[in-house]
């Protein structure tokens, strides 16, 4: 099947920092990529929709200076969390659809945000 | 944003036992995917049921979608230990996008 990456799986960083995370689809073309975040023993909440190509939109509340999102090619997307803080600590997690989505996403195995 | 509540938040079952969890969402949706999160790791997709189904298995899985009460059931039956892990409900609204709005979730534990 279809197959999401997602590196780094974990970092740690000093607060003040920047972070990238990046997001493959290895297989397929990704036409979207989302972005989720999720704190522990919580859901995942949405952060942002990625199109290849064109400028990510952003869920309401999600600061868009603070998580850049980059979705330079049909097969990774990156986020960076800037100037990343210790309330930025979280598991970050992205999906991927194909052209022609008829409902089978694809998951990354997450990235861990530890800030220090 | 959450789209809405799964209950019990948190279930404890015997191995054998069935396990059933609950979802409820507010908008109208294309469909509805059910997964599987076991403790630090990623998604597993289990069961995609959409919005003109009421009823779907596989393997030892059953879920039930009513969307004139915009709920829908995952029926786990016979559990095993390996079946504990958190189970979150998502939804693909009408624009049938891929943009998932998840459940709260159910943190499942099966005893041995």
């Known amino acids: 099947g279809a197959v999401v990456s997602q590196h780094p799986s974990w970092v740690i960083c000093k607060s003040g920092t920047s972070v990238k995370i990046e997001c493959r689809s290895l297989?397929?073309?990704?036409?979207?990529m989302f972005w989720y975040r999720q704190f522990p023993k919580q859901s995942l909440m949405l952060m942002a929709t990625s199109n290849e190509g064109s400028k990510a939109t952003y869920e309401q509340g999600v600061e868009k200076d603070k998580f850049l999102i980059n979705h330079a090619s049909l097969t990774l997307s990156t986020l960076t969390v800037t100037s990343a803080h210790p309330e930025d600590s979280s598991f970050y997690i992205c999906?991927?659809?194909?052209?022609?989505?008829?409902?089978?996403?694809?998951f990354g195995e997450g990235s861990r945000l530890t800030v220090l | 944003s959450q789209q809405g509540e799964e209950d019990p938040q948190a279930l404890s079952i015997q191995e054998g036992e069935n396990a059933t969890m609950n979802c409820s969402y507010k908008?109208?949706?294309?469909?509805l995917q059910w997964y599987r999160q076991n403790s630090g790791r990623g998604l597993v997709h289990l069961i995609l049921?959409?919005?003109?189904?009421r009823e779907k298995h596989s393997g030892r899985l059953r879920v039930t979608l009513d969307t004139s009460k915009k709920s829908s059931s995952l029926l786990i039956t016979a559990s095993r230990a390996a079946d504990t892990a958190s189970y979150f409900c998502?939804?693909?609204?009408?624009?049938?996008?891929?943009?998932?709005?998840f459940g709260q979730g159910t943190t499942l534990q099966v005893k041995p």
């Open positions: 908008t109208s949706i294309n469909n």
């Open positions: 998502a939804t693909d609204g009408t624009g049938n996008t891929g943009k998932l709005i």
């Open positions: 297989d397929f073309q990704a036409t979207t």
């Open positions: 049921i959409r919005s003109n189904e």
């Open positions: 999906s991927a659809t194909s052209k022609g989505y008829t409902g089978e996403l694809f």
